[in-house]
């Protein structure tokens, strides 16, 4: 639950996980493929795993950047982080699921202090708070 919206976006898909997707201000347009372990066509197009995995890590580097803003501590230019989304079948009922890992590198930064950074990133990112106790988030520090 949000207090107010500082920012909405909206995205149109059709065809589900072998279709299309674009958002309304025409800034992104892809085309979706199912891979071939799940069944699909393994076509050209992204999934909607990949696109998971963009955005998450891509909001949690701004997040480690907030973070470190708080903290007087600088996030280098060369911060990376390489996400790992995988999809299977639940093992706690029926259906499927998704699992996050998440390598962060912190360049220059002394190891307790980018844990202690990305411990902090976690608990304000907001795909962090929406996959909290919903799916399996681990993260590692480079």
């Known amino acids: 639950m ?7 976006t909206h995205a149109h898909t059709t065809g589900g996980r072998t279709g299309t997707s674009k958002t309304d201000d025409g800034r992104l347009e892809v085309t979706l493929d199912t891979p071939r372990a799940m069944g699909g066509n393994d076509g050209p197009g992204t999934n909607p795993e990949q696109l998971f995995a963009v955005g998450y890590s891509a909001c949690f580097l701004g997040a480690l950047k907030a973070v470190g803003r708080g903290e007087k501590v600088r996030i280098p230019d060369e911060a990376a982080i390489d996400a790992a989304v995988s999809f299977g079948e639940r093992a706690d009922g029926p259906g499927y699921g998704i699992a996050v890992a998440m390598t962060v590198t912190l360049p220059g930064i ?33």
């Open 110 to 142: 002394e190891y307790d202090k980018a844990v202690e950074l990305v411990a902090k990133a976690h608990q304000i990112c907001p795909y962090s708070n929406a996959t909290r106790g919903n799916i399996d988030v681990t993260f590692t520090v480079a």
């Open 2 to 8: 949000i207090k107010s919206a500082v920012y909405t």
